[in-house]
């Protein structure tokens, strides 16, 4: 179980686009279409953004999409506002009942 | 509306036990997986375990495997973490997590506040 590989920060201005990739392996993100994301803020729980890798839970803007291909996985959010600077982790079922969690990407709206 | 209250959290010396618990309302418990999430402050979230609706399907993380136990009683609406030979790289907030659907999905929709275990001598 090793952690999922994702960039330590990305940045964008408002308006623009970014894309979060998140790089497993064969055992996890390549063999099953269970990838989620999780926004966090400073000082609250993770919420959920994305699941099954591309779905959007009730709630969830549209400005968030989540693609795979291979063994990555990628979160785009388009038309960036202040709101969505914060941190994000993407998470991967890995076989056997087991969970690995990606080490997390920095998000700075410029 | 969901609620996930975890309790049992302290200060414990390296070696020694603790039990964790999770009082889970508002939904129909035995219809969800559970899962123990942890973070160190100023870290990412780090999964520690996850239980199937029954009891059925059982994971754990390679750093608590053998050491920790989860479990759950669904006729209480609960959920437990036993942490056995515990090390100072326990040290976290220990969230109770729900999964959105009855076997593990990953699909972690509600979150508690979580409680603090901190591990030193």
């Known amino acids: 179980q090793s952690a999922l590989t994702q960039p330590a920060s990305v940045s964008g201005s408002p308006g623009q686009s970014i894309t979060i990739s998140c790089t497993g392996t064969?055992?996890?993100?390549?063999?099953?279409?269970?990838v989620s994301w999780y926004q966090q803020h400073p000082g609250k729980a993770p919420r959920l953004m994305i699941y099954e890798g591309t779905k959007r839970p009730s709630g969830v803007s549209n400005r968030f999409s989540g693609s795979k291909s291979g063994n990555t996985a990628s979160l785009t959010i388009s038309g960036l506002q202040a709101e969505d600077e914060a941190d994000y982790y993407c998470?991967?079922?890995?076989?056997?009942?087991?969970?690995?969690f990606g080490g997390g990407t920095k998000l700075t709206v410029l | 509306e969901v609620q996930l209250v975890e309790s049992g959290g302290g200060l414990v010396q390296p070696g020694r036990s603790l039990r964790l618990f999770c009082a889970a309302s508002g939904f129909t418990f035995d219809d969800h997986a559970m899962h123990w999430v942890r973070q160190v402050p100023g870290k990412g979230p780090e999964w520690v375990s996850g239980?199937?609706?029954?009891?059925?399907?059982?994971g754990y993380a390679d750093s608590v495997k053998g050491r920790f136990t989860i479990s759950r009683d669904n006729a209480k609406n609960s959920l437990y973490l036993q942490m056995d030979s515990l090390r100072v790289e326990d040290t976290a907030l220990y969230y109770c997590?729900?999964?959105?659907?009855?076997?593990?999905?990953?699909?972690?929709?509600?979150w508690g506040q979580g409680t603090l275990v901190t591990v030193s001598s």
């Open positions: 998470c991967s079922y890995a076989g056997s009942s087991t969970v690995v």
């Open positions: 997590v729900k999964d959105s659907r009855a076997v593990i999905t990953i699909q972690f929709n509600y």
């Open positions: 064969s055992s996890d993100v390549g063999s099953y279409n269970l």
């Open positions: 239980i199937s609706w029954n009891s059925g399907s059982i």
